[in-house]
């Protein structure tokens, strides 16, 4: 007996509602406008001069890349595109402002969006400071 199995119609697979799916929602290519304030400012370590190097690697699973630092508490926890220890970290403590040393760029998980580093006068020490240790000189200027 032959098989007869031919193509659908429909090139696209199935899509499977996960748990995969909760953190891939903004994972899409496109621009997004990063906000210029934030209600969670006041939750910002109070020294973020010194900061750990670009290449420290995530504190609970070594990754060497990709990861963020919380700047409520200095923890380098690596992205939701690893293991996820960043997102857990927030989930359990509340901390809710990250820097990624990919991109330099600063998220809120609790407003769910990027912040302009360069525009929030809060971020702007800390945006430099980690600008200088990855790349050994500083940003810049901000086109205003």
């Known amino acids: ?11 696209s ?5 996960d ?3 909760d953190w891939m929602v903004g994972a899409g290519s496109g621009w997004v406008e990063a906000r210029t304030s ?3 400012l006041n939750s910002l370590s109070s020294d973020l001069i ?3 190097t670009p ?3 995530c504190s609970r699973c070594q990754n060497p890349v990709e990861n ?3 700047l409520c508490c200095k923890e380098v926890l690596c992205s939701r595109f690893v293991n996820r220890h960043m997102l857990m970290h927030h989930q359990q403590t509340g901390h809710c402002l990250a ?3 990919s991109d330099l760029s600063v998220w809120c998980f609790c407003c769910e969006a990027y912040l302009d580093a360069q525009i929030i006068l809060q971020l702007r020490p800390i945006h430099q400071a980690a600008y200088i240790l990855k790349f050994g000189e500083a940003p810049p200027l901000p086109q205003l």
């Open 38 to 40: 934030c209600d969670h």
């Open 1 to 11: 007996m032959a098989n007869k199995s031919t193509p659908s119609s429909s090139s």
């Open 99 to 101: 820097l990624s040393y």
């Open 19 to 21: 748990e995969t799916q």
């Open 13 to 17: 697979p199935p899509v499977v509602a």
């Open 68 to 70: 963020w630092l919380c």
């Open 55 to 57: 290449d420290t690697p």
């Open 50 to 52: 010194h900061l750990p």
